[in-house]
């Protein structure tokens, strides 16, 4: 079973800048795609970003391109979100996913972390 650890949440002024960090326990074979989602109140979970482990390819939501940045350090088997220009809007709970594809649906993938947060002060 995997395990993924999700950190570096909390609070950060408009205009910050976090960085998230996913940690699984170990890699497995039944994935080969990690991805970032977030969370807001009262809103669906969306797809923020996502990467491909096997070339480093990645997919960014329209909304955070050119603002958050996902890479990955394979021998960790972790994977990081950067974000910069923070808005308030960005505020939600982020989540980290793995699974078989760069999927916009979140019930596709098969592994999901317990979620940190992130809340942007205007």
């Known amino acids: 079973q995997v395990e993924l650890i999700e950190s570096g949440g909390g609070s950060a002024q408009a205009g910050g800048s976090l960085t998230l960090t996913c940690a699984a326990s170990?890699?497995?074979?039944?994935?080969?795609?990690m991805a970032w989602f977030r969370q807001a109140s009262g809103k669906e979970r969306e797809r923020v970003a996502c990467i491909f482990l096997t070339n480093g390819g990645t997919y960014y939501a329209d909304s955070v391109k050119g603002r958050f940045t996902i890479s990955q350090d394979n021998p960790k088997n972790t994977v990081y979100l950067q974000m910069s220009s923070l808005k308030a809007e960005d505020s939600a709970m982020y989540y980290c996913?793995?699974?078989?594809?760069?999927?916009?649906?979140?019930?596709?993938?098969?592994?999901w972390g317990q979620g940190t947060q992130v809340t942007v002060s205007s």
């Open positions: 170990v890699s497995a074979d039944n994935y080969n795609y």
């Open positions: 996913a793995a699974g078989r594809g760069c999927y916009g649906l979140a019930h596709l993938y098969t592994y």
